[in-house]
């Protein structure tokens, strides 16, 4: 196996970007965060301070772990991990050992593998020919138990020549968090590869580099939250064990209570779409974003709390969809469509509904902008013979469309 080891100057900055810390107020458990190199007596002291009370003294003492006890307990390849993070990261090292259980050995391994990413990303040294490679298959490498990179020159190299130690804890990881840190590996280094061929010259694209970089660092730290189960993990996870238990009668009332959350929490960006549409000036673009908007909040009012939705394919029907296609060519036009199909969301809720409060409180806030004068003006003046044309070709090519993809389950469920 070529030897291949390295590591970056700047602290892991998607780390920096994405990670919320708790205030000192906010954290009043006394969890293990760590003992010095003066021994067990004096580390364990600390955990009876809050945190901000001997951050001071983790950064002073780099190799900062944990208590003798806990110590004892770790592989020698695990305690080098806990070495390497307090050497690397100048801001995360203290929270993350404040984690509870196995998440905080997971979360230790995520930062590493990525601070190891980073490192390649950051060494100028390194040819751009293989560099490239090296971010493409960098999620790889955990799998490979001698694999290390030693050509880099960057300061926290150490992560890079000893990839053995963190490898061997990483494959020791529950399934679960080895595919959440395995997945963001890869996507992380396939996007800073991206980047490293082109420049960024636009706000797009300087925010796709973002979520490469960091957006991709609370995706997963989400994902091993959940898996640890310390958090809520997938929505639908609250209401049935397996996904599959919902199209069963016996789980209905658990279906439906799921199906009534997402679209609840659908609803909750209603708002920002009619601000979004109220600022679109050309009329072709507003009746671009407009016709799908509507046909959104008119499929959630025919699915919101609808049991055929675990029976088979539930959608508007086609001469609906058409109507709405006609329709949707103005403000006031796409207000009075929200407003609508609100008020039908609303006459469905469920007073037994977990979600109940949620749902009728943003079905306030969506009648209270569909109703609101505030917008600018209408588009309706502007609508000319060409615009109501290419509406008319674009419903009957619409129509055609949605004839041709019904699927027989769907007949009879549509507009139910």
Same mark, same amino acid.
């Given at each position: 196996?070529?030897?291949?080891?390295?590591?970056?100057?700047?602290?892991?900055?998607?780390?920096?970007?994405?990670?919320?810390?708790?205030?000192?107020?906010?954290?009043?458990?006394?969890?293990?965060?760590?003992?010095?190199?003066?021994?067990?007596?004096?580390?364990?002291?600390?955990?009876?301070?809050?945190?901000?009370?001997?951050?001071?003294?983790?950064?002073?003492?780099?190799?900062?772990?944990?208590?003798?006890?806990?110590?004892?307990?770790?592989?020698?390849?695990?305690?080098?991990?806990?070495?390497?993070?307090?050497?690397?990261?100048?801001?995360?090292?203290?929270?993350?050992?404040?984690?509870?259980?196995?998440?905080?050995?997971?979360?230790?391994?995520?930062?590493?593998?990525?601070?190891?990413?980073?490192?390649?990303?950051?060494?100028?040294?390194?040819?751009?020919?293989?560099?490239?490679?090296?971010?493409?298959?960098?999620?790889?490498?955990?799998?490979?138990?001698? +694999?290390?990179?030693?050509?880099?020159?960057?300061?926290?190299?150490?992560?890079?020549?000893?990839?053995?130690?963190?490898?061997?804890?990483?494959?020791?990881?529950?399934?679960?968090?080895?595919?959440?840190?395995?997945?963001?590996?890869?996507?992380?280094?396939?996007?800073?590869?991206?980047? #490293?061929?082109?420049?960024?010259?636009?706000?797009?694209?300087?925010?796709?580099?973002?979520?490469?970089?960091?957006?991709?660092?609370?995706?997963?730290?989400?994902?091993?939250?959940?898996?640890?189960?310390?958090?809520?993990?997938?929505?639908?996870?609250?209401?049935?064990?397996?996904?599959?238990?919902?199209?069963?009668?016996?789980?209905?009332?658990?279906?439906?209570?799921?199906?009534?959350?997402?679209?609840?929490?659908?609803?909750?960006?209603?708002?920002?779409?009619?601000?979004?549409?109220?600022?679109?000036?050309?009329?072709?673009?507003?009746?671009?974003?407009?016709?799908?908007?509507?046909?959104?909040?008119?499929?959630?009012?025919?699915?919101?709390?609808?049991?055929?939705?675990?029976?088979?394919?539930?959608?508007?029907?086609?001469?609906?969809?058409?109507?709405?296609?006609?329709?949707?060519?103005?403000?006031?036009?796409?207000?009075?469509?929200?407003?609508?199909?609100?008020?039908?969301?609303?006459?469905?809720?469920?007073?037994?509904?977990?979600?109940?409060?949620?749902?009728?409180?943003?079905?306030?806030?969506?009648?209270?902008?569909?109703?609101?004068?505030?917008?600018?003006?209408?588009?309706?003046?502007?609508?000319?013979?060409?615009?109501?044309?290419?509406?008319?070709? #674009?419903?009957?090519?619409? +129509?055609?469309?949605?004839?041709?993809?019904?699927?027989?389950?769907?007949?009879?469920?549509?507009?139910?």
């Amino acid at each position: 196996m070529a030897g291949v080891c390295y590591k970056s100057t700047a602290s892991l900055s998607v780390f920096k970007r994405t990670l919320s810390v708790r205030s000192p107020a906010s954290a009043p458990r006394p969890a293990p965060v760590g003992c010095g190199r003066r021994g067990a007596h004096e580390g364990c002291a600390l955990l009876v301070r809050p945190l901000h009370q001997h951050t001071t003294s983790l950064h002073r003492h780099p190799t900062h772990l944990f208590c003798s006890s806990v110590q004892e307990s770790m592989s020698e390849s695990l305690r080098m991990c806990y070495v390497y993070l307090n050497q690397t990261s100048r801001s995360f090292a203290a929270v993350i050992q404040a984690l509870d259980g196995d998440l905080r050995h997971a979360v230790c391994i995520f930062y590493l593998v990525l601070r190891a990413l980073d490192t390649v990303e950051d060494d100028m040294t390194i040819p751009l020919e293989k560099k490239v490679p090296l971010l493409h298959h960098f999620h790889t490498f955990l799998y490979q138990p001698d +694999w290390c990179f030693t050509e880099s020159k960057e300061k926290d190299r150490q992560v890079l020549e000893d990839f053995p130690s963190i490898s061997v804890e990483f494959r020791s990881l529950a399934q679960e968090y080895q595919d959440v840190i395995s997945d963001i590996c890869h996507r992380m280094g396939v996007g800073m590869a991206e980047f #490293l061929e082109k420049k960024v010259v636009s706000m797009q694209e300087w925010d796709k580099y973002c979520h490469y970089v960091a957006g991709l660092v609370g995706v997963g730290l989400s994902q091993l939250f959940s898996a640890s189960q310390l958090e809520d993990p997938e929505a639908w996870s609250r209401f049935a064990s397996r996904l599959e238990d919902f199209s069963q009668p016996q789980h209905l009332s658990s279906a439906l209570a799921c199906l009534n959350l997402l679209v609840t929490d659908a609803l909750r960006h209603v708002p920002d779409v009619i601000a979004y549409l109220s600022r679109l000036r050309n009329q072709s673009v507003f009746n671009f974003c407009a016709i799908p908007q509507v046909m959104a909040i008119a499929t959630l009012s025919v699915c919101y709390n609808n049991p055929l939705v675990f029976q088979g394919v539930v959608k508007i029907r086609k001469g609906q969809a058409v109507t709405l296609m006609m329709e949707a060519t103005n403000m006031q036009a796409v207000k009075r469509i929200i407003e609508q199909y609100s008020q039908e969301i609303l006459q469905k809720v469920s007073l037994s509904d977990p979600s109940q409060a949620n749902t009728l409180y943003i079905l306030e806030v969506i009648q209270e902008k569909a109703l609101s004068k505030a917008t600018l003006p209408s588009r309706s003046h502007n609508f000319s013979h060409v615009y109501l044309s290419a509406a008319t070709i #674009l419903a009957f090519f619409s +129509w055609q469309y949605l004839n041709a993809t019904q699927s027989p389950n769907s007949a009879e469920m549509q507009g139910r």
